[in-house]
Nanobody, 119 residues
Framework: QVQLVESGGRSVQAGDSLRLSCVAS????????MAWFRQAPGKERELVAA???????FYGDSLKGRFPISRDKAQNAVYLQMNALTPEDTATYYC?????????????WGQGTQVTVSS
């Protein structure tokens, strides 16, 4: 059974940094793309960042690469470095793996980790 487990989300103050982690189990994703999405209350889910099997990153338009994505194939993991957080970054952040023909569609999803940024 494939599992994606996110961690690192918590409540922080504006200007703080967080590093989100996602570790996959049950399948080797070293040859597949992995990504981070987020969904704020009352808003649609949006792509934050994605990285393909070769380490090439793609960033969602709204965030314009504010949060660098990285991966560790040996750990079957993907990370999101979030710096200079603002209250607008408050959302549930989801890890996804195995892109389905697009940076925006994935076969596997994690349960999400909550990030809350206070002013």
């Amino acid at each position: 059974q494939v599992q994606l487990v996110e961690s690192g989300g918590r409540s922080v103050q504006a200007g703080d940094s967080l590093r989100l982690s996602c570790v996959a189990s049950g399948r080797d994703f070293s040859g597949a793309s992995m990504a981070w999405f987020r969904q704020a209350p009352g808003k649609e889910r949006e792509l934050v960042a994605a990285v393909n099997w070769n380490g090439i990153a793609f960033y969602g338009d709204s965030l314009k690469g504010r949060f660098p994505i990285s991966r560790d194939k040996a750990q079957n993991a993907v990370y999101l470095q979030m710096n200079a957080l603002t209250p607008e970054d408050t959302a549930t952040y989801y890890c996804a793996a195995d892109a389905q023909g697009s940076w925006y569609q994935y076969a596997f999803w994690g349960q999400g980790t909550q990030v809350t940024v206070s002013s």
